[in-house]
């Protein structure tokens, strides 16, 4: 490609609006454009990547198996209705009447369009296990779109529905469409890690996330430094060591006006550890909705609300008003686990625990020496704080570290959740109507463009793996002499000819320009013909960020094919 | 592939909802699905195809020059309301609001959105031309989707937008982008034509659309039998040989209760060609918006109201209303061109007419001898006739001839229809602003996989060219022993490993089922493992719907892979 012919419009500086380091190379590279909010056109050379990524991602998906299909984006109504997500999935699902007045949606996701699919042509058991997958548009309409692809509202998924007989077909599918991802995302040349996530509201047996490790991530995950343990904070289970308290009768201290954990620990000087912090909730979805809720953590925990929700049977939870926490005997500020009315959760960590400190249930009072044994009735254990750094694993001895991730692919042991009202049935070997049992796999891949560009640039740019480097090449022209011109030529000539995809940079503009460009976009090889060089039969060639050393003219192709090998592996 | 593990699933029968054989074939060979009106997923066996047929166009666009981006199907409001088409697309335009209520609509087309990219990133004429194109998908609310993926409503298309400095440079893109359509269409084996099609409302030099030959077409297009002339019945301009009337006074006779042309023409035993049809309409959108307009044409001619909305200006024209027809002094039924108070058209073939037969304007009443130049005041002659099968070549002396076509293609010279009102400017060789002109170039990517099936079937299902078959060739195990089994999958492989698409089918099924959806899927060659012939040490080879031949079991990849070279030239 000639530079001077290819539309890629870069920019001097970082975008205002730019707050990722991906985004604003990506924009000052020229590789996408905002259309509107969570909305962007990818340019030619961002559209040369992501093709390339995609085309990893449809390799490793046909080699464990899979067939690839292609379903709409636009979606009817009434397949929501059916699967019981229409209200349920909440505002990121855009609905809308067509001009029949028809209700209709945008997919932000594909279960019931392929449960609909293959409901209307699985007979027999025979027929399983199938897994059937595509790479397409999806839309969500995210309440604050941010950071680019990272998250866009208008994105670019790869997703995969399995289709089984029995569980143990699904879990051998799960473990293989694992196996994949891990190849997938090892191509692309990340550094990630699977991690366990919560099958929340879904229910299912088996969760993963998978988390490229990035400063700018969205999602915490904890991870073991000395086992392989690792999950996304929102499940992930941790021990610590606890502060032992004095063991005394319960009695009541004045607390004017204290109420938070560190100023009541202070107050009395104690460890915060010891404090007990009464969270009231009001549980959203499932049973439970609308019951009020309360429940405990250390003072110096923090209470995780998936987790409460989790074990609580509700789909989320949301703080309780001050006038429900009256309902229940509570007093802002001063709520305690003692004599309230309502259903009540401890953390495990608060089993056996004595000479703590907990609100009082009255203005301005709080209890100490509380026993947990001894004092509170009826109380539930369950993990509800979140893993902190330094934590002890929960499954080694080993401490657990957190880190940033930016979630790039989810699997997921969905069972019958959507197989079972959309009708997936199937006449199983003893001759019976059977439902099929589903997995799910997806992976962000236009947030993947993202993603490997939070992994891989420096100050002066992108720095693209070789296998998804827009160009392998970029072939720079300084000077304006017909000689110059004319052994550059030949070189893209050639390059071209041994297959290689190079960018041919033969603009009438100066070499700053042309280099800064050049590491910007961010091509692996660059290969450089002047007229100083030339004079003495040579061109520079040289990796990206790197030396550049003069070989002859006549030798610039075979060595730039040898460090290309070099580059590829 | 092996059979077994590929989700194809055939139809004995032909779906009842499928009127046109494409519809039909490509439902019943497992290709598409319907999710909801005029809106398909497709199957992993039509997605191949689907493809490969996005692989032929890809390639000629870049051949010509032209750079592939990608934009996204959700556009903002605010550029349909710059470009003038938010209200004046009509409810073909999806428009719904987003979470945050702004005014967003799917994009079935994208004009506005290269535009309000393009805009924003050009400054000078040195960066001019540029083609930029996509294969994506897109959204248009037919009132009507039928005939599957013919007329969809979410389908495929390839959009390309060229940006020109000058007039000179978008003529001679557009002739590029011309001759890239027809390469495209030959390779992928249509008989196709290239007709002039209307400018309509947009207006712009040079429109050409390029339609698939088959009696399923919804369109009509004219073509001489002796030159290269071809148009839209829309547009074609052709010539007739006229009847000659009789010379005489004006004079009027009583036609009680006769209206219809071809009724008058018996009543008064005279040729209906020289009736003069009479027809009123309202203008619709333009300058002309209401305006209440006659046109004649001859009684054996149709009127075509594309033609006369081009020609006095107009969107479109509607039918006037009878009491519309009273106000201009019409009498419904006995409508004449004289005494019409209101802007009065006539066919060119009527110009220089004498000895006519037109409604007098009052109850059963026609005028006889009118002499258009003596009788009619005030006349505009414009071509506002349909061409008929037999009519006179308007290029040269041949006969047109009458056809039905499938658009699948459309190039149009847009001049700066859009780049006026979104404001796409830049500073040309002189250092003036100046608005880029631009050409737009569309292909029904999907109704592609329907044409090439309109073109390419037989009784026996679809008979894919070679080059877009979604396999090349199928092989076919008949018998159940290990040894027949044995000696495909040996030929399985070693067709695969010779890079040869194949589809092994070795299900548990009787040859006859087999060879049925061999035939309806219609890939090119057949390879055919029976206990009978391999007891001889033979494999049949041929080409579908043709005989099969013996070969020996160790030549049948040579002279399958020999073979193939022949279906694919």
Redesign the interface.
């Given at each position: 490609m000639r530079y001077?012919?290819?539309?890629v419009?870069t920019l001097r500086d970082d975008p205002a609006d730019a707050e990722v380091i991906s985004h604003k190379l990506l924009l000052r590279a020229g590789f996408i454009?905002r259309?509107?909010?969570g909305?962007?056109?990818?340019?030619?050379i961002?559209?040369r990547v992501?093709r390339k990524i995609e085309a990893v991602v449809r390799d490793e998906m046909d080699r464990a198996?899979a067939?690839?299909?292609?379903?709409?984006?636009?979606?009817?109504g009434e397949l929501w209705e059916k699967s019981g997500r229409m209200e349920k999935y909440g505002?990121?699902l855009?609905k809308?009447q067509?001009?029949?007045d028809?209700q209709?949606c945008?997919g932000p996701t594909h279960e019931e369009?392929i449960c609909?699919?293959v409901s209307?042509?699985l007979r027999s058991y025979?027929?399983l296990p199938?897994n059937?997958y595509q790479i397409q548009?999806k839309?969500r309409?995210e309440?604050r779109p941010r950071f680019g692809l990272m998250r866009g509202?208008?994105f670019i998924m790869k997703d995969a529905y399995s289709f089984h007989a029995d569980e143990a077909c699904l879990a051998a599918e799960y473990r293989n469409m694992f196996n994949a991802y891990c190849s997938i995302f090892s191509r692309l040349g990340l550094k990630f890690r699977p991690v366990e996530a919560d099958t929340g509201s879904i229910g299912g047996n088996n969760s993963h996330e998978f988390h490229v490790l990035a400063e700018s991530g969205e999602d915490l995950i904890a991870h073991c430094d000395a086992c392989d343990y690792a999950a996304n904070v929102e499940k992930a289970v941790s021990g610590r060591n606890l502060p032992q308290g004095i063991v005394a009768d319960l009695a009541e201290v004045q607390t004017p006006d204290v109420t938070s954990a560190e100023d009541v620990a202070a107050f009395l000087s104690i460890d915060v550890g010891l404090l007990v912090k009464t969270l009231v909730y009001r549980a959203v979805g499932g049973e439970v909705d609308g019951e009020i809720i309360a429940a405990c953590v250390r003072g110096d925990d923090q209470l995780q609300e998936i987790k409460l929700a989790h074990a609580i049977g509700a789909d989320g939870v949301e703080m309780a008003t001050d006038a429900e926490i009256s309902s229940i005997g509570g007093v802002t500020g001063f709520v305690g686990p003692k004599g309230l009315k309502c259903r009540l959760l401890l953390d495990r960590t608060l089993a056996g625990a004595v000479g703590l400190v907990a609100g009082a249930n009255r203005k301005d009072l709080h209890l100490t020496c509380l026993d947990v044994e001894r004092d509170l009735d009826s109380v539930v254990f369950a993990d509800l704080r979140e893993t902190r750094a330094g934590d002890r694993c929960g499954r080694c001895s080993g401490s657990m570290q957190l880190s940033r991730g930016i979630e790039v692919g989810h699997v997921f042991e969905l069972g019958t959740r959507y197989s079972e009202p959309m009708e997936v049935l199937f006449q199983d070997q003893g001759g019976k109507r059977a439902t099929a049992t589903m997995g799910c796999y997806g992976i962000g891949v236009s947030r993947l463009l993202a993603a490997i560009v939070e992994q891989c640039y420096d100050e002066s740019g992108i720095a693209w793996p070789a296998n998804l480097a827009p160009f392998k090449v970029g072939l720079i022209t300084m000077g304006k002499s017909e000689a110059v011109n004319e052994a550059s030529e030949a070189i893209y000539r050639q390059l071209l000819d041994a297959g290689v995809e190079v960018l041919w940079d033969e603009r009438n503009e100066r070499p700053g320009v042309k280099f800064k460009d050049a590491e910007l976009i961010g091509l692996p090889i660059q290969v450089v013909i002047g007229d100083r060089g030339l004079a003495d039969g040579n061109a520079e060639i040289g990796l990206r960020g790197g030396d550049r050393k003069s070989v002859p003219i006549a030798d610039a192709v075979a060595e730039t094919l040898d460090m290309l090998q070099g580059a590829t592996g």
């Open positions: 001077s012919k290819f539309f419009p454009r259309v509107t909010s909305v962007y056109d990818y340019l030619p961002g559209l992501l198996g067939q690839e299909l292609l379903m709409p984006m636009v979606q009817p505002p990121e855009l809308f067509d001009r029949h028809h209709s945008l369009v609909d699919l209307r042509e025979k027929q199938m059937l548009a839309f309409d309440i509202r208008e």
